[in-house]
């Protein structure tokens, strides 16, 4: 990521496979909403909400060791997910 601010040609990979990323977590979310798993309004602002805090705290878990325990982010991740599809805990739980 940081190498893609000074090269325009690694630019253009990361902004792709990031525009894929979210495509990607955008069509899972309206899916689930089609098939009436969850709710979720905004498919595409909650891919951009979720890609965005798991790439935050993937610098800080891998760049930044110690900043975050993994646990603590996993929690947030999970926090995050379910206020996005509202859902409670209980719900991501009996998932796994």
Not at 35 to 62: I, K, S, Y
Not at 77 to 83: E, F, I, M, Q, Y
């Amino acid at each position: 990521w940081a190498a893609a601010l000074r090269e325009p040609a690694l630019r253009e990979v990361a902004r792709d496979l990031d525009r894929e990323w979210k495509a990607a977590l955008t069509e899972v979310l309206a899916e689930g909403v089609a098939a009436g798993e969850f709710c979720c309004p905004d498919p595409a602002g909650a891919a951009l909400r979720l890609t965005a805090l798991l790439d935050g705290l993937a610098v800080q878990l891998t760049s930044y060791g110690g900043t975050v325990a993994r646990a603590r982010a996993q929690e947030w991740v999970d926090d995050a997910l379910l206020r996005e599809l509202g859902l409670d805990r209980e719900a991501l739980t009996s998932a796994r």
